[in-house]
């Protein structure tokens, strides 16, 4: 009987093949292969040869959005030319919004916490979509470039649901949320609202939360104390990539990007371009990878076999360079996998085996097919005013010189004078002259005494702007409104 659940395959660069290939080879000895099939696609370093920015054919989107999962090997991201990661296109242009990944102290596997005696057993939940991940950045003057940081209420909503209900699943009492809300008080701010909000739904998941860089040192000096951890994109990565490295490095790191249609499970880990080629390539990555995906589409039977396979193998001694034992000889990435395969249908003894289905595990049931791209929204019918604006100016003038042309500027106008800022620091009405300042300023308006907001849209707005343009070069502008009467803008460092 042809099996029904198909899964787009991709490879991978440098080392993927090899470590892929010997994936595989395991799932068709655990019986995977008579549920699924793996569909190729061509994805990474060939198609950016080819000049395709994204690094993926038509027919690989294709065969992804029909298939509803991707396995993929690591893939490298082109040095110049213009293409972007591919793994940063896949999961932004499939939503896959949340990305999830465990760690676990493995057997035989000899770390400073092993040793010691501490155990680790942790999730770090991701958003994987937003932040400065969107990629949006402009070269602004001569000296200066901008990354724009954006922050969503339906971004932060989905990937904290996808924490609370994997908590729940996993039966963890308490998750972390990490975050910087004692300084990007608006975007951090946001996330951690949202994260205190959507934890309402849980009410027996208790919330706690804590600064990335106070999390970072905890991590280091107690990292038994957190069970879960969710965090915005640009954080995420930074210390999922250091709880890595506290069960052994990204070698023993699966990854899993979810999405409510299309999911991604990769090796996270490099292409290593300098042992490619030559079978020793440690593959448990990938591996614990393809067991994420295998329990995403319900195979948990096989799962499980080869989760107790790999923990028996391990325990054994039987190791790649990378990593284990070094009185021991070393293996390749072929045999390795083939110490896993002999190992099916055995248990682990120095460590608990893993049950073939957990109590609350459950089928992905994906949704249908969306008509068109959907408008997610969290806050509804609030009331905005307009209430100033903004601009952002190219110019070497000083503070001072810089105070006296735009209050001309705006003399005529319903908005004064009320700030310059330069990188973010206040020079003006007030500062110090200490304070260096580089060829970009932000220059804010806001309404003169007596009127009110409201009184109007942003096109005055838009046309002191336009005034101000005919003398200086503009180079952004923002507007300033109120929503339900607060307001939607920060001040400046010393304001």
Partial sequence: MASTLQIALAAGDGIGPEIMAATL??????????????????????EFAKGNSRGMSEQAIRTVEDCGILFKGPMET?????????????????????????????????????KAGVSIDMTIVRENIEDTYGGVEHRLSNDMVQCKRLISAPGCDEVHRFAYQTARKLKIGKVHCGHKANIMKMTDGLFLERFKTVGK?????????????????????????????????????????????????????????????????EAVHGTAPDIAG?????????????????????????????????????????????????????????????AVMDNLGNLPKTVAAVPE????????????????????????????????????????????????EMTRACQDTPFKLSLISNRGTQVWPTGSVYTECVDYYRVRFELKDGVSPGAFGQSRCVALMDKIAEAFTVCSYELLRTFDGVKGYSLAQGQ
């Fill in 25 to 46: 080879e395991l799932f068709k000895a655990a019986g995977v292969m008579k549920q699924a099939d793996f569909v190729p696609v061509e994805m990474g370093a060939t």
């Fill in 78 to 114: 082109p040095k110049g030319g213009g293409g972007k990661s591919i793994n940063v296109t896949a999961r932004k242009l499939w939503n896959a919004y949340a990305n999830y990944r465990v760690f676990k102290t493995l057997p035989g596997v000899e770390t400073v916490y092993s």
């Fill in 201 to 265: 739904d849980f009410p027996e998941i208790e919330q706690a939360d804590v600064i990335v860089d106070a999390l970072c040192m905890n991590l280091v000096m107690k990292p038994q104390q957190y069970k879960m951890v969710v965090l915005p994109n640009l954080q995420g990565d930074i210390v999922s990539d250091l709880v890595a490295g506290l069960v052994g490095g990204l070698g023993f790191a699966p990854s899993a990007n979810i999405g409510n249609h299309i999911s991604i499970f």
């Fill in 278 to 338: 030559k079978g020793v390539a440690n593959p448990t990555s990938l591996i614990l990878s393809g067991l994420m995906l295998l329990r995403h589409v319900c195979l948990f039977r096989e799962a499980a076999a080869i989760e107790n396979a790999l923990l028996a193998t391990l325990e054994s001694g039987v190791h790649t360079g990378d990593f284990g034992d070094k009185s021991k000889p070393a293996v390749g990435t072929s045999a390795f996998t083939r």
């Fill in 357 to 404: 289905a957990a109590e609350g595990d459950h089928c992905f049931m994906r949704p249908p097919r969306p008509t068109g791209q959907q408008v997610i929204r969290t806050f509804k019918n609030i009331v905005t005013q307009v209430v100033g604006c903004d601009i952002y100016l190219d110019t070497t003038l000083s503070p001072l010189s810089l105070a006296e």
